[in-house]
């Protein structure tokens, strides 16, 4: 049977991605109230390759593995030749004698695409430049845990085109759902991401109008990783688009907000709005665990239904 790897949301089929999110929540399920009884791991190990800095993915990773009886190697760039210079296939041969899978959270979406290549073992995407899947499947499955299916609803992006935005398209693709993003001029997705996602996505100015009668917005940093530089400018940018409460009181009466965290109170979102009540962002940042195992549950041993 060939390798599967979970680069985009696009690799996997939508029934695949509905199996991932139910089985997410029967493991959550049964974490809290067995504890880390579910073992399938032992003796399996995960190597977490990180050129950028995290919290809650090496957390969730690290923990995932332990609870299910398996191990987890941490590898920055000083702890791997890659960081020296080793050609990125070299290294993806090399860890796939090893290992039983490869986690890699990166800049550039193309080396996770090289690296796949080569691979003999799943290689999950963690985060690139371009797209942030592994945090969808945590976004979705808070969206079902807490309004049911997603399916025919519309959510709204605020903020940059980046790529968290463009994993929500893939998502309003895959999950079925309408996405409106609300941006400013000149901060826009990518527009070949956008084209694939047809009419169900599509671009609104003024924010208010975009999250008027909404069931979820969403946002994330104005300045994400590596574009510290650009603060100044994209604070004026974004001004306007700022998610508060009354922005939430424009959506729909049953609405969810979500952040992907870490965020910046006062600048994307106001400062009071993560205590809102229609917030779910420590559900959705505690999912990451729960959406993972049942990841890699499924690219290492395949789809379980019991």
């Not at 508060?244 to 109170?265: G, S, Y």
Request: glycine content about 6%.
């Amino acid at each position: 049977m060939a390798v599967r790897h979970f680069l985009t949301l696009l690799d996997f089929t939508p029934a695949e991605l509905d199996h991932l999110i139910d089985r997410a929540i029967t493991l959550k399920t049964r974490l809290k109230a067995d504890g880390p009884t579910y073992t399938p791991f032992n003796n399996r190990t995960l190597a977490m390759i990180f050129e950028k800095s995290s919290t809650r993915t090496r957390v969730s990773f690290e923990s995932g593995m332990a609870q299910f009886g398996g191990h987890a190697l941490f590898l920055s760039n000083r702890d791997t030749q890659l960081g020296r210079g080793e050609p990125v296939p070299d290294t993806a041969r090399v860890l796939s004698e090893m290992v039983d899978l490869v986690m890699i959270r990166t800049f550039e979406h193309q080396k996770l695409v090289e690296f796949a290549n080569y691979s003999q073992v799943p290689v999950i995407n963690a985060l690139s430049d371009d797209y942030h899947p592994c945090q969808l499947l945590a976004d979705m499955q808070t969206w079902k845990e807490c309004r049911g299916p997603m399916k025919g609803k519309t959510a709204v992006w605020v903020g940059d085109g980046n790529n968290m935005c463009h994993s929500w398209i893939n998502a309003a693709r895959q999950f079925d759902f309408n996405l409106v993003i609300a941006c400013p001029e000149g901060f826009d997705p990518d527009e070949s991401i956008m084209a694939a996602a047809g009419d169900r996505v599509r671009i609104e100015r003024d924010p208010m109008a975009a999250v008027k009668g909404a069931h979820l917005i969403t946002t994330d940093v104005w300045a994400s990783m590596g574009q510290e530089e650009e603060q100044a400018t994209r604070e004026a940018a974004f001004k306007s688009f700022q998610v508060t409460e009354q922005m939430l009181d424009a959506a729909d009466e049953d609405v969810l907000f979500l952040h992907c965290l870490p965020a910046h109170r006062g600048e994307e979102i106001s400062e009071t709005l993560l205590d809102d009540p229609r917030a779910s962002v420590w559900q959705e940042a505690g999912n990451r665990l729960h959406a993972q195992k049942a990841l890699m549950e499924f690219l290492v041993l395949g789809q379980i239904n019991d």
